[in-house]
């Protein structure tokens, strides 16, 4: 009944939302990741020439001008202005030229009284900079979230929204409208009707760490992106800026375009050998024929292990309960919940712990494992040894009359977060932390909100929006991970990734791909390797490959049957 309310809503939402620009996430360039405010006319030019004779064939497009292309005021109507100095021919001018190549081009912006950078933005400047923007011939615009007035960001975005909808000229289409507001209010699920695309996360770094870590807060949200709707951000890619290595480059350019992040270059194009590594990642036409499928489904992790175990490690969120209207998960049991005589909390599968060096909870099973979790405190991904139900796990006390449960490990209250810090859309993230204390015998803040708890019906209600902790089933990883996603044709992408640090065999069962609609066998096809392999894929016949560290094989399935 889940599943089928879950679909009956993403068709309602279909319905409901305009018809989309985007048939498929777009491919271009942005000046930040290389630049930064190192940007100027000249280099935007260079930039164009490179594109149009190195990457536009392949459908990279958009030229988009992050931030510091502005002067530090407005002009005496009120209008946005270049810097000068920099961009002594104005935007209009360099517009025409990168139009002129065959290519598109993109402007930068925040729902602000400033830039990140602290140039002027367009908070209270909505309808005068959207109709400058198309005065201009702006083909995109990328529009973030800093120096704000604090108020609901849907509403802040939702108003530069029409503004570009109302402004557009009769002969022109609106253009592409990138929402920046770093995931923290979880835009996957409001964004679609104002925006083509939205960031799930904050600024992506060059490193190893950066890129997982995007993919696992990208995870859970699949089911909110699409041609209908509209596509994850995880941000600008870091193919060949020099800090993580050419399998983990290719990691990530297949990962974006399994999961249909917008293929947004982030590199050095001006001095991009065609004969180098860097190139052959950026250019596999087969890789980008699958971010860009017209099916335009987001790729899913479909099963993940550790060292060929199925993980054992899962996180807890608060939701609302299975008796609600809107529920989502698939098995209300998710939320059955007991605090056992031996202080331990637990549902029939597995036992809570807490992790104190990283202050965050999971779910294990009961046996010893080591698994993988995101610490979204320091950015970076950790390895812990979940330990089973035993004299060595978590034990908590229910104290007080407030319906406080405490740790035994830590001495901390277990409480619903007062703010989504992630994009964990489904609820709010379930924590640790410091018990309320007493002041003049009363609380700072009133436990009822976050760090009260009663069991009914086997459930585990938090009285903070009175809502049930919950098994998230979508948050595992492990240290091998297989993804998927439907393609055109009945096809299926499969991505093997080996987060390891070292080489592994990886087998790929068709019974991964149970809760898609497969059919009984699969020829397959390498990406990177641009090979039709003799292995087959059947419900008799599994497919193994040598996956070396930090790296994938991508496959394509085509049915044969």
């Keep these: 009944m889940a599943k089928l309310l879950r679909v009956l809503c993403g068709l309602l939402l279909a319905i409901a939302i305009q018809s989309k620009q985007l048939t498929a996430p777009p491919m271009g360039f942005n000046t930040w990741n290389f630049y930064a405010c190192d940007i100027d006319e000249n280099i935007i030019k260079e930039t164009a020439d490179a594109m149009a004779s190195k990457v536009a064939s392949l459908g990279y ?17 009120g209008k946005l202005v270049a810097d000068p100095t920099r961009f002594p021919s104005g935007i209009k001018s360099l517009a025409d030229y990168v139009h002129n190549l065959g290519l598109k081009i993109g402007i930068y912006s925040s729902a602000g009284f400033y830039t990140c950078q602290k140039y002027p933005a367009s908070l209270g400047y909505e309808a005068v900079d959207a109709a400058t923007f198309y005065e201009w011939g702006i083909d995109y615009l990328k529009y973030d979230n800093c120096y704000t007035d604090a108020g609901w960001p849907e509403k802040r975005y939702s108003i530069m929204s029409e503004s570009l909808r109302v402004s557009a000229p009769s002969n022109q289409s609106t253009l592409i409208y990138s929402l920046c ?7 996957a699920v409001w964004a679609s009707s104002i925006a083509d695309v939205w960031r799930v996360s904050g600024d992506i770094r060059d490193s190893w760490e950066s890129i997982i870590s995007r993919v696992m807060i990208n995870s859970p949200l699949w089911r909110y992106a699409g041609v209908a709707t509209g596509f994850n951000d995880m941000d600008m890619l870091e193919v060949g800026n020099g800090h ?22 982030g590199n050095n194009l001006i001095e991009l050998d065609v004969q180098s590594d860097v190139y052959s990642v950026i250019s596999n036409d087969e890789v980008i024929a699958v971010n860009q ?23 807890v969120i608060a939701t609302k309960c299975a008796s609600e209207e809107g529920f989502y998960q698939d098995d209300p049991s998710d939320q059955q919940f007991v605090l056992d005589s031996n202080g331990y909390l637990r549902n029939n599968e597995f036992c809570l712990q807490e992790i104190t060096d990283i202050n965050s909870l999971l779910l294990v099973q009961h046996s010893p494992d080591t698994a993988e979790y995101f610490n979204t405190a320091s950015n970076k991904v950790n390895m812990v040894v979940l330990d089973s139900c035993s004299a060595n796990s978590t034990q908590w006390v229910l104290a007080g009359d407030g319906g406080n449960i405490v740790s035994q490990r830590s001495g901390y209250c277990l409480e619903v977060s007062k703010l989504d810090l992630q994009p964990l859309i489904q609820g709010k993230r379930v924590q640790t932390s410091t018990c309320a204390p007493l002041i003049d015998d009363k609380l700072v803040y009133d436990p009822s909100e976050h760090q009260s708890w009663v069991f009914p019906n086997g459930n585990m209600l938090s009285l903070y929006q009175r809502q049930c902790l919950t098994l998230d089933r979508d948050a595992f990883h492990g240290w091998q991970e297989y993804w998927a996603a439907p393609l055109s044709d009945n096809r299926f992408a499969v991505l093997l990734l080996n987060k390891g640090s070292n080489d592994v065999d990886m087998t790929l069962k068709l019974s991964y791909l149970s809760s898609m609609d497969v059919k009984s066998k699969y020829s397959l096809r390498d990406l990177w390797l641009k090979q039709d392999l003799a292995a087959v894929l059947s419900a008799d016949e599994d497919a193994t490959f040598q996956v ?3 790296d994938v094989v991508m496959l394509v399935l085509t049915p044969t049957d």
């Design 181 to 187: 507001e770093w995931g923290r209010h979880n835009p």
């Design 293 to 315: 499928d017209k099916l335009g489904l987001q790729g899913r992790l479909v099963y993940s292990s550790s060292s060929g175990i199925a993980p054992s490690m899962h996180k």
């Design 61 to 77: 497009k958009y030229l988009n001008l992050d931030d510091c292309w502005q002067a530090p005021y407005r002009d005496k109507d």
């Design 244 to 265: 993580c290595t050419l399998a983990e480059y290719r990691s990530h350019f297949s990962l974006w375009s399994l999961l249909k992040s917008p293929l947004i270059l």
């Design 548 to 550: 070396k560290s930090h």
